[in-house]
């Protein structure tokens, strides 16, 4: 694959992720497959297009910038083992700040769990693992994939939240934001059983990513 392909994928990959969440085009997918129906939707093509682009990045032609050392990996196998807790603990999680989110109606404020720590913490799982898989890809395409991907994480952080403050409005917003900035940063569980499963399925979801990783990406991960 040349650069022009490469662009295409990059292009296909962007378009797929802002189009479905324009207002006007969210609420007719919505209303033909119902909000559980969409979320699965969008996530599913999200994943599928995220894959198209690693393979495009991967297939462009090569060209070096910086060569690999082994404590780039060490660092990356850290920072993946960091992102599959950050989203074993977000998802199906109660969050009105950003996207997403299971029984946004339920969210307790005074006991936001990770949200207490971010407001968005599938974007910053998303910007961590484009940061570590940055280090040990050194080569053109893959910092353009890396780069643009973390910085893609990072600025969606303020549009999401203009966004959902508009959804919200501005009093419950401001009400729900205090409450969360005045609470502890460590609290115990709600469930010491909920937090266990979720944190066996992170170390279960990194296991089988290390595992998977050649035969998806193409290369070990060890």
């Not at 609470?183 to 979720?198: C, D, E, K, Y």
């Amino acid at each position: 694959m040349g650069w022009i392909g490469f662009a295409a994928v990059f292009a296909g990959f962007f378009l797929t992720h802002s189009l479905p969440l324009r207002p006007a085009v969210k609420a007719r997918l919505t209303r033909l497959m119902g909000p559980r129906g969409f979320g699965w939707a969008y996530a599913a093509l999200s994943l599928f297009m995220l894959i198209a682009l690693i393979w495009a990045a991967g297939a462009a032609p090569r060209l070096p910038l910086w060569s690999q050392a082994i404590w780039q990996r060490h660092v990356a196998h850290l920072g993946m083992l960091a992102v599959c807790l950050i989203l074993a603990f977000s998802i199906a999680r109660p969050n009105p700040f950003s996207f997403g989110g299971a029984g946004n109606d339920s969210f307790d404020a005074a006991r936001a769990g990770i949200v207490r720590w971010t407001r968005h913490p599938i974007l910053l799982a998303l910007a961590l693992w484009a940061g570590v898989h940055l280090l040990p890809n050194g080569d053109l395409a893959h910092v353009i994939l890396f780069g643009a991907l973390g910085s893609f994480a990072i600025a969606g952080r303020a549009l999401i939240d203009r966004r959902k403050r508009r959804e919200l409005g501005p009093t419950r917003w401001t009400t729900l934001e205090a409450t969360r900035n005045a609470a502890p940063r460590f609290q115990r569980p709600l469930s010491w059983r909920g937090a266990t499963i979720r944190g066996l399925i992170a170390l279960a979801v990194f296991a089988a990513l290390i595992m998977a990783h050649p035969y998806v990406i193409g290369v070990p991960a060890l």
